[in-house]
């Protein structure tokens, strides 16, 4: 690529940037289900939400993640540990949500969480992922997030 030529991204960065979106935009509708107390909207679209994020973080953990790590092992590692934040805090909630206990201001710290890690992968490890995956395994990242 020339200095004048326009960066392009990969499949793989278009796809998993449009799942952060896909999931930032699940949980956007949970925080309106809650704050309209939509209890069985809230159930519904949490269990949208988890399955999908979990699928998400487990396709990075097993495809990039590993193949990241030769490069910059110290940020591999801490995008693994908030992975490890945002399960915890996942499954925090969702249990509040299934006891109809989860408050909004929780969940709404929950969604700025995500968002930072999501623009940091997108900024540090998609980007490098756009030169550096085989084909192949930006078909299984795609095939196991499978998202819309």
Not at 47 to 52: A, F, S, W, Y
Not at 75 to 100: F, N, P, S, T, Y
Request: proline fraction near 3%.
């Amino acid at each position: 690529m020339n200095a004048t030529s326009p960066r392009t991204h990969s499949a793989l960065y278009l796809y998993m940037t449009r799942s952060h979106a896909y999931l930032r935009e699940l949980l956007d509708r949970v925080l309106a289900a809650m704050e309209a107390n939509a209890r069985d909207d809230v159930r519904t679209l949490w269990t949208e939400l988890d399955h999908g994020l979990l699928a998400h973080m487990e396709a990075e953990e097993r495809y990039v993640l590993p193949v990241f790590a030769h490069v910059d092992g110290d940020e591999a590692r801490a995008l693994l540990r908030e992975h490890g934040l945002l399960r915890e805090q996942l499954l925090e909630l969702g249990i509040a949500v299934d006891l109809h206990y989860a408050r909004y201001d929780r969940s709404q710290e929950f969604a700025e969480l995500l968002g930072r890690h999501a623009g940091r992968e997108e900024h540090l490890m998609y980007r490098w992922a756009d030169d550096r995956l085989a084909p192949e395994t930006v078909e299984r990242v795609k095939r196991h997030v499978a998202a819309p």
